[in-house]
């Protein structure tokens, strides 16, 4: 069987570790990205690339101390968002990416604690070496979940009793609450997990798939998108069980369509792979509406710089780029291109400012949020760089390594480019 291991509001469960004392208490971590990175002061960022844990980006604000007032600007408006809510803070209707300033009204004993990733990656790493331990062959997916493939280990008929004494091991060693699902297949391993929460475990056999999804709704199945999720609300399928039910409906919508139906009645089995090797990494910002051009180049800049420094520590070599944009009263618009050359910071900086022009439809829009990708590494999708740039580019690459050498001495904010001034 494959099991799914989740660690419970794993942001607060860590600061949880540090003081005791949140236990039980309605706990929110948040923060708030757009006042520090683009401030023309140093912007106190923190790069974390030693984890391949699902984040936006890989540059987060390092936060000092529990004062409030951190999120609080001088006109006097609570700003931020929550990244992760307690079970306690959850029953007063408090979620995460809801607003502090929200959260705070619905509960206004709510304690809001900053991130400190420093200390998520530590404890993800502390929690991927106890189970490489006791377990076969363990794939992390993200910073706070894990699979576990226990085939040939333990017989499934133990499963149930491994996984309880696992979860419970786990919050002695760790301090940590995690709850875990077990099925043959991941997907429904992942399920499973869900049904568990908090700080439970579940098991679901070969016989009992169809009965355990009988009433999940569509849209909490991984892969089921909005336009899919539109096309079961049209045939009226509002769960699980209905869309295992209308097989012949769903075949006909195509191939994609099939392999979910084949996820959700369990014959997907998904092999786990132990070291899955980053694909792609990107950075993005949410900030208060901005129409100034100029202003919104100059933020590409500095993120493309920022995103340039991680490609650079990563030692990889990107050939596709995407940016998105998010606009206040128009619909989200995104492009990329690919460019088979030797990467380097200027002609990322240049390509990415290209990028803003295709991309940007609606010239007077009001635009609330940026977006910079970079994926297909060379080394992955086996293309041949460009040999016409190739010289120049070697040039270029060479000026990005002295200039990493500085960064990693004195920060990413060392070197910036005249146009983010």
Same mark, same amino acid.
């Given at each position: 069987m494959k099991i799914h291991i989740d660690l419970d509001c794993f942001f607060v469960s860590a600061q949880r570790t540090l003081d005791p004392s949140l236990i039980g208490k309605p706990v929110g971590v948040g923060g708030r990205g757009d006042p520090y990175i683009f401030s023309h002061e140093k912007s106190n960022q923190e790069l974390l690339l030693n984890n391949s844990g699902s984040f936006v980006g890989s540059f987060f604000h390092r936060y000092t101390g529990d004062n409030l007032n951190q999120f609080i600007d001088p006109d006097g408006r609570v700003r931020g968002i929550l990244t992760t809510a307690s079970y306690e803070a959850r029953t007063y209707g408090i979620n995460t990416g809801m607003s502090i300033r929200e959260a705070l009204m619905r509960c206004p004993g709510l304690i809001i604690k900053g991130p400190d990733m420093q200390l998520y990656h530590r404890l993800s790493h502390a929690l991927h070496q106890f189970l490489q331990e006791r377990i076969p062959l363990i794939e992390q997916a993200s910073i706070d979940e894990f699979y576990g493939d226990l085939k040939g280990w333990i017989t499934d008929e133990e499963v149930p009793s491994f996984i309880d004494n696992l979860r419970h091991e786990i919050k002695r060693h760790l301090n940590l609450p995690v709850s875990i699902g077990a099925a043959n297949s991941k997907h429904i391993a992942k399920l499973a997990t869900e049904r568990a929460k908090p700080f439970g475990c579940y098991t679901v056999a070969d016989e009992n798939v169809s009965s355990f999804v009988h009433s999940i709704p569509v849209h909490k199945f991984p892969g089921i998108g909005s336009a899919m999720q539109r096309q079961c609300v049209q045939y009226h399928l509002h769960t699980l069980g209905d869309l295992l039910r209308a097989k012949s409906l769903v075949f006909s919508w195509g191939s994609y369509a099939q392999s979910l139906y084949d996820r959700i009645s369990g014959y997907d089995l998904g092999e786990l792979t132990a070291n899955t090797p980053r694909k792609s990494i990107g950075?993005?910002?949410?900030? /208060?509406?901005? @129409? =100034? %051009? /100029?202003? *919104?180049?100059? %933020?590409?800049?500095?993120?493309? %710089? !920022?995103?340039?420094? &991680? *490609?650079?520590?990563?030692? @990889? =070599?990107?050939? +596709?780029?995407?940016? $998105?944009?998010?606009?206040? !009263?128009?619909?989200?618009? =995104? #492009? &990329?291109?690919?460019? &088979?050359?030797?990467? =380097?910071?200027?002609?990322?900086?240049?390509?990415? %400012?290209?990028?803003? +022009?295709?991309?940007?439809?609606?010239? $007077?829009?009001?635009? +609330? !949020? *940026?977006?910079? #990708? &970079?994926?297909?590494?060379?080394v992955h999708s086996r293309r041949t760089l460009s040999l016409i740039d190739y010289e120049e580019d070697v040039k270029a690459r060479s000026f990005d390594q002295k200039s990493r050498a500085i960064r990693d001495k004195y920060g990413c904010d060392a070197l910036k480019w005249g146009s983010e001034l």
């Open positions: 950075i993005s910002r949410t900030f /208060d509406p901005i @129409v =100034n %051009r /100029d202003e *919104i180049r100059r %933020r590409i800049s500095i993120l493309s %710089r !920022h995103l340039a420094y &991680a *490609i650079s520590k990563l030692e @990889v =070599n990107p050939t +596709t780029f995407s940016l $998105s944009i998010y606009y206040k !009263h128009y619909p989200k618009s =995104n #492009s &990329a291109l690919s460019e &088979a050359r030797l990467f =380097n910071e200027q002609r990322f900086r240049q390509l990415c %400012r290209e990028l803003f +022009t295709k991309t940007d439809l609606h010239i $007077s829009g009001t635009i +609330t !949020h *940026i977006g910079i #990708s &970079a994926s297909a590494f060379s």
